[in-house]
């Protein structure tokens, strides 16, 4: 028997009002794949983050987390089940630096901070992991100590990948990680997110299709509410109906 997808939705469907932003999407994660997500703004990717973490409620159809339904489950409890997403940029602590902020997240994983001792010896062992954590996106000891604020802002984003990993998860979602960066620190980013240990599923939204094509060994492509396409990048970027809406866009664009 195979392995049950790392996340699948079955006709996931949610309407505001009359209008169908997610629209009967069924996809798979293999486990341990680098998958992005793509398709035109408004095409329903955000939604489905959403759903897929339990943000929102689908109107109709099923969200599984390595083959177990979780469609009715509240998002603390899914994260429970090892579904994360990243913190936005605004839930960082500017004074704290990284190494402070991910040891703090792991404590309060392990329910370390509802303790009002704490042996020196654990807390140790956090920060150690905590550093390699870091060092395994690419920090620099110096910038794991630096205050938050000091950090250029690929950093920041890689800081906030670091606090959700520091949840443990099996699947991580990543709704445009690099938007905002400079283009020369997002593939930074993104190769950093690749390069994650095989044990994390890895769901990727991302607009350019550069970091797309550099990440992924799978893309799925929505538009309208729809998947539209599903593959590899080489099949993805070959099919007709993909280009039609992606040159479509570049020739409104040009
Ligand atoms: N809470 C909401 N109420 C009403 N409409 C919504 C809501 N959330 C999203 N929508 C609509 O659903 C559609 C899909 O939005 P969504 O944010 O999922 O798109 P997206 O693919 O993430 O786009 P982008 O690439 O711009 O981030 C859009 O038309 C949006 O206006
Ligand atoms: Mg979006």
Same mark, same amino acid.
């Given at each position: 028997?195979?392995?049950?997808?790392?996340?699948?939705?079955?006709?996931?469907?949610?309407?505001?009002?009359?209008?169908?932003?997610?629209?009967?999407?069924? =996809?798979?994660l293999a486990p341990g794949s680098r998958h992005a997500l793509i398709g035109p703004n408004g095409a329903g990717k955000t939604t489905?983050?959403?759903? =897929?973490?339990?943000? %929102?409620?689908?109107?109709?159809?099923?969200?599984?987390?390595?083959g177990r339904d979780v469609t009715a489950l509240p998002q603390h409890l899914r994260v429970k089940r090892g579904l994360a997403r990243t913190f936005q940029i605004n839930q960082l602590f500017p004074d704290l630096a990284p190494i402070e902020a991910v040891t703090l997240a792991l404590a309060e994983r392990e329910g370390l901070t509802a303790r009002w001792w704490r042996p020196v010896r654990a807390h140790r062992a956090l920060a150690e992991e905590a550093a390699?954590?870091?060092?395994?996106?690419?920090?620099?000891?110096?910038?794991?100590?630096?205050?938050?604020?000091?950090?250029?802002?690929?950093? *920041?984003?890689?800081?906030? %990948?670091?606090?959700?990993?520091?949840?443990?998860?099996?699947?991580?979602?990543l709704d445009e990680p690099a938007a905002g960066v400079p283009p020369e620190e997002s593939r930074e980013v993104l190769?950093?997110?690749?390069?994650?240990?095989?044990?994390?599923?890895?769901?990727? %939204?991302?607009?350019?299709?550069?970091?797309?094509?550099?990440?992924?060994?799978? %893309?799925?492509?929505?538009? *309208?509410?729809?998947?539209?396409?599903?593959?590899t990048p080489e099949a993805v970027a070959r099919d007709p109906r993909v280009r039609e809406v992606y040159l479509g866009e570049a020739a409104a664009h040009a």
């Open positions: 028997m195979t392995a049950p997808a790392a996340l699948e939705t079955r006709g996931l469907t949610r309407r505001f009002g009359g209008f169908a932003a997610v629209d009967g999407v069924s =996809l798979a489905l983050v959403n759903l =897929l973490t339990g943000a %929102i409620r689908p109107g109709a159809g099923a969200v599984l987390l390595e390699a954590l870091l060092a395994r996106l690419r920090f620099a000891p110096a910038e794991m100590a630096a205050p938050t604020r000091d950090l250029a802002y690929g950093r *920041q984003r890689l800081l906030e %990948i670091a606090l959700a990993l520091a949840l443990k998860p099996r699947v991580l979602l190769e950093a997110v690749a390069a994650l240990p095989r044990a994390v599923t890895v769901l990727l %939204i991302e607009h350019d299709m550069d970091l797309v094509f550099r990440f992924a060994e799978r %893309i799925t492509v929505l538009a *309208q509410g729809r998947v539209l396409a599903e593959g």
